[in-house]
């Protein structure tokens, strides 16, 4: 279907752009996405229900599409200088059984952070995404944004590292003096890989539930960046 | 020096403000930064000029400190939730001879990029980060504030891979077929790191240049975040 809608009071944008906000993110439990990349990824992933485009898009007919002005993209879309494409996607758990590797985030507050963090997992074949509470909303846009699509595709939700424990070794990235360095650490089959807030890092209550402590070896700086940091540890546990 | 200021119409908080824009910034060859953590590493590199602060800090008396009111400080702050210090710095290259380590940027835009970049290159001991024109500038208030400090301790500058090609080997991080992967390489004594642009990756004039072509085995998702990647590289090849 494709229908042109050139104001931006038109009622379909007027409930798009509302998924600006996390309140009625909440309530139609949709959200926002951009890109023509993104796009194809989401088609995929068949959570895709209607797409604001520039120019006419070649993806299956029974997703809906508006021809829109470019002051209609520039009201619906969270970047500068958008590329020209936005979509309404659904809110869907992507279920895994028995994941292997599992990735830990413990508070996360960052939406560039968060983005950057789920793209690696799923590059390094990560199973699942577990949450801590108070992590950053996955669907915050800028959460979306930089994520490049895996938001998609990659397993994500609230759990706690006990309830994974029995089975899988917990490590735990720390600058805790009895960290061994990453070079030492060999991925474990089934394991849960911790990464800490931004400011505070890993809470004492987490660093306790380890299995193994790890630190990536730096100079002249307190610490990386946790993207950084999450980025070095999964490219060697994986 | 200490001294109170209230009004956010004070000449000196004008003048600090206006260091927000890129225009000032070059005339004055000053710019802002925040956070006490990165005031340190700024005193210590000898390049602060003022700072406004809302207590009284524990600093070298030559250095004139504001006590400011949080007005102010949300004026001259480029943070949501300021910690409550900013300060003056002065743009000041880093000398440095025979540098065997560089990181080669080519035309990185996204401020927060060229930030964390710049903080895991002074992590992993590189000797300068040498920039290709069309790189977003790192003066930019982003960029100083994701760089956590690490702005002011490491050799910066605008120039060409060719001019270090004599002796240093070139590392181009890039998905070409006949790219390495980058468990195979090993770091000469000198080499040129070079990073790409996060659209378009490394160039094809610079991918030339390589001696040594390298890739991060990656599944699922065509790259990784820039900062990620380089995060990733130096921390084997430095």
């Known amino acids: 279907m494709i229908k042109v809608i050139t104001s931006k009071d038109n009622q379909r944008i007027k409930f798009a752009a509302s998924l600006k906000e996390n309140k009625y993110r909440k309530i139609h439990k ?50 500068v200088n958008p590329e020209g494409v936005v979509f309404i ?9 028995n994941p292997n590797k599992i990735l830990y985030l413990e508070e996360i507050t960052d939406p560039g952070n968060m983005g950057t963090i789920i793209r690696t997992a799923l590059a390094f074949s990560y199973d699942l995404v577990l949450l801590s509470d108070n992590c950053v909303s996955i669907y915050n846009e800028k959460v979306i944004n930089s994520s490049k699509g895996a938001i998609f595709m990659m397993p994500i939700k609230k759990g706690k590292i006990q309830d994974y424990q029995k089975d899988h070794k917990v490590i735990v990235s720390t600058l805790a003096k009895d960290s061994i360095s990453l070079e030492e650490v060999k991925a474990p089959e089934k394991f849960i890989l911790v990464l800490g807030n931004e400011s505070r890092g890993v809470s004492s209550e987490i660093s306790k539930l380890a299995d193994i402590k790890v630190k990536i070896l730096i100079n002249n700086i307190d610490s990386l960046n946790v993207s950084v940091a999450g980025g070095i540890l999964m490219n060697k546990i994986h």
Chains 1, 2 share one sequence.
């Open 30 to 79: 949709m959200y926002l996405a951009e890109t023509k990349k993104s796009l194809e990824m989401a088609i995929s992933a068949q959570v895709v229900k209607e797409v604001f485009t520039l120019e006419y898009l070649d993806i299956p007919e029974d997703i809906p599409q508006y021809l829109v002005s470019e002051e209609v993209i520039k009201k619906l879309s969270s970047n």
């Open 89 to 97: 996607a659904e809110m869907k758990e992507i279920e895994v059984n």
